[in-house]
C-alpha cells in the first residue's frame, strides 16, 4: 500500500514536471518574428557587437523598404568564437541563410558544405557585374578555386600610423609612396631614443634604456606580417595550395623575417613581442603616449582612438615598398549564403543589398568599402585616402589557397617563428634553421587532413 | 521467454511491484544517461575510426586517425604540456589544501570567515579567475612583478615567456584548492582526539603525529581527491584557453590536451581525429586511474579493515 501510494505520488509528480518542462522548452525557444504581410523571412547572421549591429539594423531597414515581402531577422554572436559555431552550425544544418564570413575561413567552409556558390546568382537574372562595381583586388578576396563564393561587407588594408609631431621634432620629412624598408629602418633609427636623448643612430645610444621606440611590428600575427613578405617578393604557399617547401623557407620570406629581426634585436628600432604583449591595450596606447612613433595600422579602426585624443597629430603613411615591390595582404569579411537556406532567391537579394549600395552606404561610414564609388568623397581625406590607395597594391591571401592554411601554417607560424623571432630570445636564433625546422610540420598539418581524406576516398572506392 | 522475463514470471506480485518501481523512479537518469552519456560515447569511440569533416558524412579509415596522432607533432608537445601541469598542479594543490586545512581546523577565532575566505576562490567562475590571474601576471604592470620590482628583482615574462607560461598555470591551479580544503577539514574532523592524546602522552612531537597519525588517517580524503584532482587536471581547459588567447602559446608552451582537441575538432573541423584524441585521453585517465587505485592498498589506511 505504501509503495503503491509513493509510486502514485512519483508518477504523478514525473508527469507534471515533464508537462512543465515542455511548456518552458516551447516557451523560450527562439522564435521567428514574422510580420503580418511578410511572405518570407530570412536570417542574417553576425559577429559585430551593439554598433556593428545598428549598422546590420540600419541596411536591413532599408533593404525592407525595397522588398516589403521579405523580413530580415539578425542572429546576433557578439564577443563569441563565431567561426567554431559556423563549423557547428553546418554540422547541425542550422546555417543562418546569410551569414558573416571571414576570408580565411571560406576554403574551410566552402570545404565542408558550408557556403553556396555565388556565380549563378551573379550571373543570373538579378545579378550585377563585379567589374562596374567593385575593386577587382577586394571583390576576388571572395573566391575559392575560381568561384565567388563571399561578397565583401569590408575589410582592411594596412598604412603606418606615424606620429607626426615625433617627426616634427626630429626633422625628418614624413615619406610619400615609393619609400623603400631602407627608408623605414634608417627613419625609425632616428626615433627611436633613449632616456638621454640620444637616437638610435648615435654612438652613444643606450638600447636597455629606450623610451621612444621608432617603429612596432606584427608580432605574433602572421597576417599582418604577410605584408612585408609579399614586400620582399615572395608568398608563403603556392598557388596550387598544396606545397610549404620553396615559398615559407625562400629566400625572400627568410630575408623578410631577418629584416623585421634585426630591426627588433640588432638596431633595437621596435620592442620585442613579449613587450608588445604585456600591453594590456595592445600598441596604440603607446603610439598615442609617443612611446613608439610609427605603427603598421590593419585598417582604419583606429580613427575613434585619434579622435579622442585632442591634440594628437598623425598622418597616414603608405607602406614601403620591399625588394618585391609594394605589395600588401588584407583582413576581410563578407557575407556568405547557407547551402541550407530554404529562400536562396530572396536571400541572394540581402546579400547583393549588404555587397553593394543598400549596406555599402551604412558599412562604409566607419569602413573601407569595395565599392570605388562609396569611396568616392574619402579618396582625397587625410586619414582614409592611403588606406584606399593601398587597395592597389593587394596581394591574392595565401590563406585562401588551402581550407587548412589558417590553422596549419599561419597561426602556428605566429607562435613559433615571428613571436619567437621577434620574442626577447630571438636575437641569436637563425630564422632560417627555425623555418625549416617547422616546415615538415606545418606541411603534415596540411597534408595529413588530406591524408585522412585521401584514405576516405579509397575506402569509399 | 529471456532470463529477465522468466526471473520477473517467477517474482511475487509484491516483488514485480517493487521492481516496477524501482525501474520507473530510475527512468528519467537512466534515460538522461543513455541519451546524453552512452549513446555520445560510443558514438565518438565509433567516429574516431572516420574521417569526418564537419559538414561531411563520417567514412570508416580504421586505424588511420590513431597512426595519424603518433606523428602529430603538437599532440605529443601537448601531451607532455598536460602531464607537466598534472605533476606540478596535483601534488601542489593537495599539499596546499591539507596545509591550510590543518590550519582552519584550529580553534581560532573567527574560523568560519578564514574558512570562507579560502573557500571563495573556488565558487569564483574559471574564466574570471583566469582574466584576474592575466593581470597579476603580467610582465610590465602585473602586481606579482610590481612586488618584484620593490626589492630590485625583475620577474620574468609569466604568462609571455615560453619557460614561464605553464609554471603560471600550475600556480594560478593552486588558488582554487577550496573544494579539496573543506574536503580536507571533514576529514580532519573524523580523526579521534585520541589519538593525538596518546601520541602527545607517548612524547610525539608535531612532526611525527603529522606522519604517523594525520597523514594515515587521512590517506583515504587524499587517496580521493588525488583521484579526482589526476582526472581534472588532464583535462584542463579554461585557465590556458583565457591566458594564451585560444592559442596555446607563447609558441604551443601552454597547448594542453584539451585544447589541441578543441582546436582539432572546432577550428580544423576534423571529429574524427578530435575523437580519436579524446578516446586516447579516456585511455590515459583509466589507466592512471587504475594504477592509484592499485598502488592504494600501499599507502591507503582504512580504519574499518583492522
Given amino acids: 500500500m505504501y509503495v503503491h501510494r509513493l509510486t502514485r505520488y512519483y508518477l504523478v509528480g514525473l508527469v507534471i514536471t515533464s508537462l512543465i518542462s515542455a511548456l518552458a522548452v516551447g516557451f523560450f525557444l527562439p522564435r521567428q518574428v514574422v510580420a503580418q504581410d511578410a511572405s518570407v523571412t530570412i536570417t542574417l547572421g553576425s559577429w559585430d557587437d551593439e554598433n556593428g549591429n545598428r549598422r546590420h539594423l540600419a541596411a536591413i531597414e532599408d533593404f525592407q523598404a525595397e522588398y516589403p515581402n521579405i523580413h530580415v531577422e539578425i542572429q546576433p554572436n557578439p564577443g563569441g568564437d563565431w567561426h567554431s559555431r559556423i563549423l557547428t552550425l553546418i554540422a547541425a544544418g542550422e546555417l543562418p541563410d546569410i551569414y558573416m564570413v571571414d576570408s580565411s575561413y571560406i576554403p574551410l567552409y566552402v570545404e565542408s558544405g558550408g557556403l553556396v556558390n555565388l556565380r549563378p546568382f551573379i550571373e543570373g537574372e538579378n545579378g550585377f557585374d563585379p567589374e562596374e562595381l567593385f575593386y577587382p583586388s577586394v571583390y576576388e578576396n571572395g573566391f575559392y578555386k575560381g568561384d565567388p563564393y563571399v561578397l565583401n561587407k569590408d575589410y582592411s588594408t594596412v598604412a603606418v600610423y606615424a606620429n607626426r609631431s615625433l617627426f616634427e621634432a626630429a626633422g625628418i620629412e614624413l615619406p610619400q609612396e615609393g619609400w623603400t624598408y631602407d627608408d623605414l629602418l634608417d627613419i625609425a633609427m632616428q626615433l627611436t631614443v633613449d632616456a638621454n636623448g640620444n637616437n638610435a643612430t648615435s654612438p652613444d645610444f643606450d638600447p636597455e634604456n629606450i623610451v621612444q621606440y621608432g617603429m612596432d611590428h606584427r608580432g605574433d600575427w602572421w597576417r599582418g606580417f604577410q605584408t612585408t613578405i609579399y614586400s620582399f617578393g615572395s608568398h608563403t604557399i603556392s598557388e596550387d595550395g598544396t606545397t610549404l617547401d620553396g615559398y615559407l623557407n625562400s629566400p625572400e620570406t627568410i630575408a623578410a623575417l631577418e629584416w623585421m629581426q634585426d630591426a627588433v634585436h640588432k638596431y633595437h628600432v621596435a620592442p620585442t613581442n613579449n613587450f608588445i604583449l604585456a600591453q594590456p591595450g595592445g600598441v596604440m596606447p603607446l603610439f598615442l603616449e609617443g612611446q613608439i612613433a610609427m605603427v603598421f595600422g590593419m585598417g582604419p579602426w583606429f580613427l575613434s582612438m585619434l579622435e579622442e585624443t585632442p591634440g594628437f597629430e598623425y598622418a597616414i603613411l603608405p607602406m614601403p615598398h620591399g625588394p618585391g615591390g609594394h605589395h600588401g595582404a588584407v583582413c576581410w569579411a563578407g557575407f556568405g549564403m547557407s547551402p541550407t537556406s530554404e529562400a536562396k532567391d530572396e536571400a541572394w537579394l540581402l546579400l547583393k543589398a549588404l555587397a553593394t549600395e543598400i549596406g555599402q552606404r551604412h558599412y562604409s561610414e566607419h569602413a573601407l568599402s569595395a565599392m570605388p564609388a562609396m569611396m568616392e568623397d574619402k579618396v582625397d581625406h587625410p586619414f582614409w585616402s592611403t588606406f584606399i590607395a593601398e587597395v592597389e597594391y593587394l596581394d591574392p591571401l595565401d590563406d585562401l589557397r588551402n581550407p587548412y592554411y589558417l590553422q596549419c601554417v599561419g597561426t602556428p607560424a605566429g607562435q613559433q617563428i615571428t613571436a619567437v623571432l621577434f620574442g626577447e630570445e630571438g636575437a641569436n636564433i637563425d630564422a632560417a634553421e627555425l623555418v625549416n625546422s617547422l616546415l615538415p610540420e606545418f606541411q603534415q598539418c596540411m597534408d595529413q587532413q588530406g591524408m585522412v581524406e585521401s584514405s576516405a576516398e579509397e575506402a569509399s572506392s | ?306
Fill in chain 2, 1 to 306: 521467454m529471456t532470463l529477465l522475463t522468466k526471473r520477473f514470471a517467477r517474482m511475487s506480485p509484491a516483488a514485480r511491484r517493487e521492481a516496477l518501481t524501482f525501474y520507473v523512479c530510475i527512468l528519467p537518469w537512466l534515460l538522461g544517461f543513455i541519451i546524453f552519456v552512452a549513446y555520445p560515447m560510443f558514438r565518438s569511440l565509433y567516429l574516431s575510426f572516420t574521417n569526418y569533416q564537419i559538414g561531411r558524412t563520417p567514412i570508416w579509415i580504421g586505424m588511420a586517425n590513431f597512426e595519424r596522432l603518433v606523428q602529430d607533432g603538437n599532440f605529443w608537445q601537448s601531451l607532455k604540456v598536460t602531464a607537466l601541469y598534472t605533476l606540478g598542479s596535483v601534488p601542489g594543490s593537495t599539499i596546499l589544501a591539507i596545509g591550510i586545512a590543518m590550519l582552519l581546523a584550529q580553534k581560532v577565532r573567527f574560523v568560519s570567515v578564514w574558512r570562507t575566505i579560502y573557500f571563495l576562490p573556488s565558487v569564483v567562475s574559471a574564466v574570471a579567475v583566469a582574466v584576474l590571474w592575466s593581470y597579476v601576471f603580467n610582465p610590465e604592470y602585473g602586481l606579482i612583478n610590481s612586488l618584484l620590482a620593490l626589492v630590485g628583482i625583475k620577474g620574468p615574462g609569466w604568462v609571455t615567456s615560453e619557460d614561464w607560461a605553464l609554471p603560471s598555470l600550475i600556480i594560478m591551479s593552486w588558488w582554487v584548492i577550496g573544494g579539496q580544503i573543506v574536503i580536507y577539514l571533514a576529514g580532519l574532523k573524523n580523526i579521534p582526539n585520541e589519538f593525538y592524546e596518546v601520541a602527545d602522552i607517548d612524547g610525539a612531537g608535531p612532526w611525527t603525529k603529522f606522519w604517523r597519525i594525520t597523514v594515515p588517517m587521512l590517506s583515504p580524503t587524499i587517496f580521493f581527491n588525488l583521484v579526482i584532482g589526476f582526472i581534472g587536471a588532464l583535462q584542463v581547459f579554461e585557465g590556458p584557453w583565457i591566458l594564451s588567447g585560444g592559442r596555446g602559446g607563447p609558441n604551443r608552451a601552454t597547448l594542453t590536451y584539451m585544447m589541441n582537441l578543441y582546436k582539432q575538432g572546432f577550428e580544423l573541423g576534423s571529429l574524427g581525429y578530435a575523437s580519436a584524441l579524446a578516446w586516447v585521453l579516456f585511455v590515459i585517465i583509466i589507466i592512471l586511474t587504475a594504477l592509484i587505485i592499485r598502488s592504494s592498498s600501499f599507502w591507503v589506511y582504512y580504519e574499518a579493515k583492522r
